[in-house]
T-cell receptor, first 113, second 115 residues
Framework: AQSVTQLDSQVPVFEEAPVELRCNYS??????LFWYVQYPNQGLQLLLK??????LVESINGFEAEFNKSQTSFHLRKPSVHISDTAEYFC???????????FGTGTKLQVIP | DADVTQTPRNRITKTGKRIMLECSQT?????MYWYRQDPGLGLRLIYY???????NKGEISDGYSVSRQAQAKFSLSLESAIPNQTALYFC??????????????FGEGSRLTVL
């Protein structure tokens, strides 16, 4: 069985400050990892993904996440947040040859002007 | 137009009524899913379908049923709605029957309120 833990339900941060959203996963097989973002009143959209290769993956809007197999983590980071980053962020995991995707409970990022 | 379209976007109904949420997609994907989102619980899988003849229960299928009418259409039904089915429902798709990364493409959601 696979599972995802997002340790923080809400993270307030001032504009232009750095942020880290934490994600830990559990799986007995090789995994694919994802971060999805949900802006207010919208559906989820993919932010970035780890499939294989380089353990550091980046998004087009400045977010990055690092796959750490030994710590079973996939934390999301941004060095300087903007008001427009205010949203809920979901970490998700699936296994290679997968049947379904498992989501974490989400972290609400609130950027304070 | 959206690649994954859900109807209705909002619905208020009464306990005991039958409700159908519809999902259609133009992405040509084989796999389709229904999730529900509740505050603090994230997304939980209700049903999923890997092709027209393949329907599978997710982690919270009790009280729900689905129909895969075509590759592009996947409907979720609540036969007798109850208040704790009040939630935001998402349809999602992903590509491939055997080779896939698991990346999901979501509709904009259907907000259901059961009084």
């Amino acid at each position: 069985a696979q599972s995802v833990t997002q340790l923080d339900s809400q993270v307030p941060v001032f504009e232009e400050a750095p942020v880290e959203l934490r994600c830990n996963y559990s799986s007995s097989v090789s995994v694919y990892l994802f971060w999805y973002v949900q802006y207010p009143n919208q559906g989820l959209q993919l932010l970035l993904k780890y499939l294989s290769g380089s353990t550091l993956v980046e998004s087009i809007n400045g977010f990055e996440a690092e796959f750490n197999k030994s710590q079973t983590s996939f934390h999301l980071r941004k060095p300087s947040v903007h008001i427009s980053d205010t949203a809920e962020y979901f970490c998700a995991v699936t296994s290679r040859g997968y049947q379904k995707v498992t989501f974490g409970t989400g972290t609400k990022l609130q950027v304070i002007p | 137009d959206a690649d994954v379209t859900q109807t209705p976007r909002n619905r208020i109904t009464k306990t005991g009524k039958r409700i159908m949420l519809e999902c259609s997609q133009t992405k040509g994907h084989d796999r389709m899913y229904w999730y529900r989102q509740d505050p603090g619980l994230g997304l939980r899988l209700i049903y999923y379908s890997f092709d027209v003849k393949d329907i599978n229960k997710g982690e919270i299928s009790d009280g729900y049923s689905v129909s895969r009418q075509a590759q592009a259409k996947f409907s979720l039904s609540l036969e007798s709605a109850i208040p704790n089915q009040t939630a935001l429902y998402f349809c999602a798709t992903s590509e491939g029957r055997t080779m896939t990364t698991g990346e999901l493409f979501f509709g904009e959601g259907s907000r259901l309120t059961v009084l």
